[in-house]
Nanobody
Framework: QVQLVESGGGLVQAGDSLRLSCAASGLTFSNYAAGWFRQAPRKEREFVATISWTGGSTIYADSAKGRFTISRDNAKNTVFLQMDSLKPEDTAAYYC????????????????WGQGTQVTVSS
């Protein structure tokens, strides 16, 4: 049974940093690309960042470029999202996903999803 468990969310002030983690089990983690998406209230889920199987390639949404960094540790079956210079508009539930077919900004490519972790940024 595949499980993805996100952690690291919380309530912070604008300009602060958070580091999200997503621990995977039940799959061969190094075979999967990983991605982070987010969903704010009354909005659709949107792409944040994705990383290839080896970690050698990444793609970021324009809103994340220069502020967020995605990384992975295949030995620990974990993918991370370092978020710096947080803004109130970053407030959302953040979800990690795993994709066997390749790293992508499109959610439909992902095979598995976590339950999400809430990030709230106050102004």
């Amino acid at each position: 049974q595949v499980q993805l468990v996100e952690s690291g969310g919380g309530l912070v002030q604008a300009g602060d940093s958070l580091r999200l983690s997503c621990a995977a089990s039940g799959l061969t983690f190094s075979n999967y690309a990983a991605g982070w998406f987010r969903q704010a209230p009354r909005k659709e889920r949107e792409f944040v960042a994705t990383i290839s199987w080896t970690g050698g390639s990444t793609i970021y949404a324009d809103s994340a470029k220069g502020r967020f960094t995605i990384s992975r540790d295949n030995a620990k079956n974990t993918v991370f999202l370092q978020m710096d210079s947080l803004k109130p508009e970053d407030t959302a539930a953040y979800y990690c996903g795993e994709a066997l077919g390749g790293f992508s900004r499109y959610g439909r490519v992902y095979d598995y999803w976590g339950q999400g972790t809430q990030v709230t940024v106050s102004s």
